[in-house]
């Protein structure tokens, strides 16, 4: 019996709903951010290069705040979601709410996630890259706009040392007892540094740091 050319030819189009399109969707993301940059990728060239509609992405992943985590293997991570959490309410109480809403979120996920995507992309130099365009986009950015426009970048930067820091001994390393500390001792003993950062006197670091960021520009 012959057979038909719609037989014989292998179909051509956007990828059917399923496991295999949720694969090429995070392949893309992954060599779009790498190589286009955070800021300049789209879903929409994602969509392209993985063969779906970009309906579909922002149905799995809303948008590229919410890609991105999982393109790093962090699929269940919202970071951003605790960034937004904690923007409504007075800048003075800033730290505590973001220190709540952060803690929240990764106690919620658990460390393993986190343990096993970090060494991942850190050892890749292309996925590497993409953090701290990732960082300043989504997270430091919105922190920057309630902070005057002159200390923003030195209050923002101190602010993500002592975030990370915080996230790599508790989820990552996993150091005692801060592991394993309730998340509201946590709140009670690191967020009077983090609101120092973001309001109180940092005079002493501003200038030298200020000055190194605008070199690096």
Do not use: C
Request: glycine share 10%.
């Amino acid at each position: 019996m012959a057979t038909s050319s719609s037989e014989r030819t292998p179909r051509r189009g956007r990828r059917p709903a399923g496991q295999d399109a949720r694969a090429a969707i995070l392949a893309a993301a992954r060599a779009e951010f790498t190589e286009r940059g955070y800021v300049a990728a789209s879903i929409r060239s994602v969509a392209r290069r993985a063969g779906v509609d970009p309906g579909t992405i922002r149905h799995w992943y809303g948008d590229k705040a919410g890609l991105l985590p999982a393109a790093l293997g962090l699929a269940d991570v919202a970071p951003t979601e605790a960034i937004l959490r904690s923007l409504d309410g007075p800048l003075d109480a800033f730290g505590e709410r973001l220190l709540r809403a952060a803690l929240a979120t990764w106690d919620d996920v658990g460390p393993e996630p986190l343990r096993v995507a970090l060494p991942a992309v850190l050892s890749d130099p292309g996925l590497r890259g993409i953090l701290p365009q990732f960082l300043l986009a989504e997270v430091l950015g919105p922190i920057s706009a309630m902070l005057p426009p002159g200390e923003a970048a030195v209050r923002t930067n101190l602010l993500a040392t002592q975030m990370v820091g915080l996230m790599m001994a508790r989820y990552v390393v996993g150091i005692e007892p801060l592991a394993s500390l309730p998340a509201e001792a946590v709140v009670a003993a690191v967020a009077p540094t983090v609101q120092r950062y973001l309001t109180g006197d940092v005079s002493g670091a501003g200038d030298p740091l200020a000055e190194g960021l605008g070199a690096g520009a």
